[in-house]
């Protein structure tokens, strides 16, 4: 696993460590590096690898080894525990007095909250799109919530503006905003690479007739579609043969079909919702 820091952060750290902020700066980072750790132990729990950690002031993206396969009641159960994390540390230090305990709780209870905002990239908008996958498709759920990522950014950095009018002088909440606009953006890319690969599967049937490296993939009516797209790869091309009961051939399926059920449908269908 690699912890990756975000360039802009990195020059966030440098600035406030030259304006003489360490204490804080200090207190933001370890808080943020437990709170991803939540989020990673969980995963590791579940057996979901984890890729790489990027780190953000309000927390961080972990890129985990497959969007498919990091979806549905796992990725609730990972993007819950990172506010819980934050929400434990919090508590505990808010029975310590002093000025530094009271920083590590304020600083773990705003990650706390604002991580519940329901909008990509944070938290909240993981865990809800998980629910909204109950009646949306994976596609929908993410543009909603990504939208929503896009609109608290842009509130984010208006309140900012507001501050410096009335003569506070801050930039962490434009910083913030911009960290979760660019989040935002990566969470839409990251489900339009399932769309590419849904678009690049559809020029690979014309490859599939002159029959080069397929894979057959036998399934039952009742295969979830996530757990067939996982075994997916792009060294060779899978044709599904969905079997009856007896045995039989009920419909052979091209990658492009599975993986257009699975964006149009919603995340838990299963072959026989596309047939
Ligand atoms: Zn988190």
Known sequence: MRIKMNISFILFLFISFYLGYIKIISIILISVLIHELGH???AKILGINVMEIQLFPFGAIAIMENIIKYGGIE???IASVGPITSLIIALVFFQFEGNFSDLVFKYNFALFLFNLIPALPLDGGRILR?????????????KILTICGKVL?????????YLLIIGITTLSYIITGIFVFIGAIKEERNC???YLLSRNNKKKRVLKRKGRGIRLLTVSKATDLKSIIEQFSPMNICIIRVLDERGGILKELSEADILDGFLAKDYYSKVKDIL
Do not use: D
């Open 75 to 77: 990725e609730l159960i």
């Open 192 to 194: 339009s690479y399932v």
């Open 40 to 42: 990673g132990i969980a």
């Open 153 to 161: 950014a842009i509130l984010i950095v208006l309140f900012n503006t």
């Open 130 to 142: 998980n629910i909204l996958l109950l009646r949306l498709s994976y596609k929908r759920a993410t």
